[in-house]
């Protein structure tokens, strides 16, 4: 079904035709208005150059345009439905997909979703602040449309949430609304989600490490039994690609110009000359990529394995899968701490599936840096480069929580800790020189000086574009 633009909530699942539906998510559009209002991007701006969904198909799905922000149409988009789609996995593998919840299995998919829902507005909080520090116009339009999509995603959510679970399902929507990043009294739902994004390096390690997570999470989701919910995460996915690819490219550039100071000036202390030292960006990496490994919860989980079970939640690339797909008797390695040192045992593969897309995640992040470290030793900076810490570094959930892992995995006492903690993660120091170097370029075609212009611009569009109006 395409998506008709005429309708006060833009949507291919025939809101029209279910008027309490309609009615309910109806009332729910001005507290969300609002909400991004006072939550959403603080900077003045009158017209951003932004995409919008307007299909579902293969080709052509995105239209672009200069859009004020507020009139951004935020609306329910499902993949197309597939009418013979089965069950992947799970106890129920092999029978029809359901296109109702289960009554037995309705908490932990109100669960699911609610968790889902509640990182997507957290983003958008955490980033609130840094349209007034924007490195360019073209990185100022990006954020803007990080921040519109994950509107959107809130949206896919609260529309699953209102359709499918009732009033209660409606009560969820609302405290979706409430809760802040941050807050003392009603924080997000997962850590990653109250930290602050206070700078652009911040930023770009976010959308590299966080926003993987929820290419993971969602790809987990999109094997669900419930089709509804498959159908909603295959669509949220094609929208992440763009977050991610702000990650990557912003990471990238920082590097490239760090490099770049590090040869001109023949020095790693680049901080004089307005560059943002190595070391300090394995700082950022480290802080990003420990909390993104925590939103992955436990290594062992019972609910993890009760979800794959039911056919809730599959795992990555389920289909793809070279094996039985119900895991009862499947083990796998993971590793553990026994005493003072970490070792490798067998455990049921049910209960390490969160282990298992962990796994695929860290592969996945690993690209990123090998990427790094070519763009470092393609400007003449040869050495270690940039490495992903240990897994157990930094860890406040799963088996590594209040342990003191160092990067290099060493497993070590509070003292040794304490002595090395800010030569791992970011010092008040560190996080001062990055804030001295964040200032506003929203001339077109101007680039701050601490990171690298970008290779393209925005849909074909030249770098040199007005891709925000004030
Ligand atoms: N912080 O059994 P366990 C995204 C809780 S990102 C706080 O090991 P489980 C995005 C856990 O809830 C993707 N609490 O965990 C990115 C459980 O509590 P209950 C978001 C945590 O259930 C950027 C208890 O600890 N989507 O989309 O196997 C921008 C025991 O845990 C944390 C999802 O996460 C934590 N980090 O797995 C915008 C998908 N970790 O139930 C958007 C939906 C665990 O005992 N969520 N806990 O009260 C899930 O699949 C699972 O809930 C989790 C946890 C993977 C998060």
């Known amino acids: 079904m395409s998506i008709d633009y005429t309708e006060r909530i833009p949507n291919n699942v025939d809101l029209a035709g279910d008027r309490r539906l309609q009615r309910a998510l109806e009332s729910w559009q001005p507290r969300f208005l609002q ?100 490195p360019s116009l073209y990185d100022l339009r990006n954020l803007f449309q990080v921040n519109v999509e994950e509107g959107r995603h809130l949206w896919a959510m609260v529309y699953l949430l209102h359709a499918h679970f009732g009033r209660a399902g ?91 100071l590090m040869r001109i000036h023949d020095t790693g202390d680049i901080a004089p000359f307005g560059g943002i030292p190595l070391a300090v960006i394995q700082k950022y990496l480290n802080f990003h990529y420990s909390v993104s490994l925590d939103l992955f919860g436990g290594e062992t989980s019972t609910n993890v394995a009760n979800y794959f079970t039911s056919g809730l939640k599959g795992r990555w690339q389920e289909e793809r899968r070279d094996d039985d797909h119900v895991l009862t008797e499947a083990v796998t390695p993971v590793q553990q701490l026994d005493g003072g040192a970490i070792v490798e045992v067998d455990l049921p593969a049910l209960t390490a599936l969160n282990h298992d897309l962990r796994t695929q995640y860290i592969a996945d992040c690993q690209t990123g840096i090998t990427r790094w470290n070519r763009i470092l030793a393609s400007n003449g900076i040869s050495g270690p480069g940039l490495y992903l810490p240990h897994v157990g570094f930094n860890r406040r959930v799963g088996l590594f929580a209040g342990c003191h892992i160092t990067p290099d995995g060493r497993v070590v006492d509070e003292a040794s800790w304490a002595a090395g903690r800010a030569s791992w993660l970011p010092t008040a120091a560190d996080k001062a020189h990055v804030e001295s170097l964040m200032r506003p370029v929203y001339e077109p075609g101007k680039i701050a000086a601490w990171l690298a212009p970008p290779r393209n611009g925005i849909n074909g569009q030249p770098l040199d574009y007005e891709y925000v109006r004030f």
Request: aromatic share 10%; net charge negative; glycine share 8%.
């Open 35 to 134: 909400w991004w209002g006072e939550m959403g991007p603080a900077l003045p701006t009158q017209d951003v150059y932004l995409r919008t969904a307007v299909a579902v198909g293969r080709d052509g799905w995105a239209n672009f345009a200069q859009v004020k922000l507020p009139e951004y149409r935020w609306g329910i988009f499902l993949a197309e439905r597939d009418p013979d789609r089965r069950i992947a996995f799970g106890q129920h593998k092999g029978e029809p997909v359901w296109q109702q919840v289960p009554g037995e299995h309705r908490a932990s998919l109100q669960r699911l979703i609610v968790v889902q829902g509640d990182t997507e507005p957290a983003s958008v909080e955490q980033q609130r602040h840094l349209g007034a520090t924007a």
């Open 170 to 260: 409606r009560d969820e929507a609302e405290a979706l609304l409430l809760r802040n990043s941050g807050s003392e009294d009603s924080p997000r739902i997962l850590g990653a989600f109250n930290e602050e994004t206070p700078d652009w390096l911040s930023f770009f390690m976010f959308t590299y490490f966080t926003d993987r997570d929820g290419k993971y999470q969602l790809g987990t989701l999109k094997e669900s039994a419930f089709d509804p919910l498959s159908r909603t995460c295959e669509f949220m996915l094609k929208e992440e690609a763009h977050h991610m690819f702000v990650g990557t490219t912003g990471v990238d550039r920082v590097a490239e110009r760090t490099a770049e």
